[in-house]
């Protein structure tokens, strides 16, 4: 059985920093393309960013570059992490991983073939 569990997210002031994990467990999470995704209250899922299976090329939406970094653990093949910094009010949502089926192209749309339950970042003073 696949299952992608996302770390737990929390609260965390404006302008602070914090990194979420995704950890697959039934699949080599390395040989696959692995998003982020986050879905705040009343508004529609946004695709986050994207890490390449075939080359690593990580992808951001613009809402979130330069901000967010999107990253594998090289040793341990199973854990994708998300690094928030400089966090805002408008980036509190549940996020959650999951892998694309057409991998890090359109990912934003494409199908998820597996994918978390999600974990609640809220960015509030």
């Known amino acids: 059985q696949v299952q992608l569990v996302e770390s737990r997210g929390g609260l965390v002031q404006p302008g602070g920093s914090l990194r979420i994990s995704c950890v697959a467990s039934g699949i080599i999470l390395d040989y696959y393309a692995v998003a982020w995704f986050r879905q705040a209250p009343g508004k529609e899922r946004e695709g986050v960013s994207c890490?390449?299976?075939?080359?690593?090329?990580?992808?951001y939406a613009d809402s979130v570059k330069g901000r967010f970094t999107i990253s594998r653990n090289n040793a341990e093949k199973n854990t994708v992490y998300l690094q928030m910094n400089s966090l805002k009010p408008e980036d509190t949502a549940v996020y959650f991983c999951a892998t694309p089926t057409r991998g890090c192209s359109g990912y934003e749309h494409n199908g998820l073939e597996f994918r978390g339950q999600g974990t609640l970042v809220n960015v509030s003073s």
């Open positions: 890490i390449s299976s075939v080359d690593g090329s990580a992808y």
